[in-house]
């Protein structure tokens, strides 16, 4: 599978040991502790990775991130768009990971799951849905509420074209993966985010 990973210049440069790339400790640059605030959704994301394509290697606990569709296309994202903080450089990997190792999932919902919100099955068309879909979720103790939000995130996963949730059309699919082999990388492009 053809997919565009953004790292920061420093991973071509030098993360690669022994020529794989992995998102670990030793890679202070691109660690998770600037994210603090998000560890629940990266750990259920390692969490369903884990079922979906197999455990980590040794050491790994963050997937690497990258992506699949950009603007309802198959295609590499618009680098002309912010992708980090203004002026930094980066680099765009043109890479290709056999399908197995992949997990795919909807970019705008990964945003819901990172909030901790529920993700509803249905799109929601009106006022009135979305204040059936609330009071419903009011009305469950905490310990169910955190539950049926929890086992809603999996719908990030439903990527078929056409399918509709809320907040999300499908037009930007992001993939996961444990690493990235350097012979898998396939074009190398140096850029700074605006």
């Known amino acids: 599978m ?27 640059e691109i660690g998770i502790d600037r994210y603090e605030q998000f560890l629940d959704a990266y750990e259920w994301i390692a969490e369903e990775m884990m079922k979906w394509i197999g455990p980590a290697p040794k050491g790994v606990k963050y997937p690497i991130w990258a992506y699949h569709t950009w603007d309802g296309k ?8 912010r992708q980090t903080a203004p002026g930094t450089e980066c680099v765009c990997l043109t890479i290709e990971i056999p399908d197995e190792q992949v997990l795919l999932s909807d970019f705008d919902l990964w945003h819901l799951v990172l909030g901790k919100h529920y993700i509803s099955e249905l799109p929601l ?6 204040d059936k879909e609330d009071a419903w979720l009011e009305s469950l103790d905490t310990d169910t509420r955190d539950r049926v939000t929890r086992d ?43």
């Open 2 to 28: 053809m997919l565009w990973t953004i790292q920061p210049k420093e991973v071509w440069e030098k993360g690669f040991v022994d020529g794989v790339f992995r998102c670990d400790s030793d890679h202070p």
């Open 74 to 81: 198959h295609k590499k994202p618009d680098l002309r768009q």
């Open 125 to 130: 068309e009106t006022d009135e849905d979305y």
């Open 152 to 194: 809603s995130w999996s719908n990030i996963f439903d990527v078929v074209p056409g399918t509709k949730h809320v907040n999300s059309d499908g037009d930007y699919i992001q993939a996961v993966f444990w690493e990235l082999r350097k012979e898998q990388v396939k074009k190398v492009q140096f850029f700074k985010s605006k």
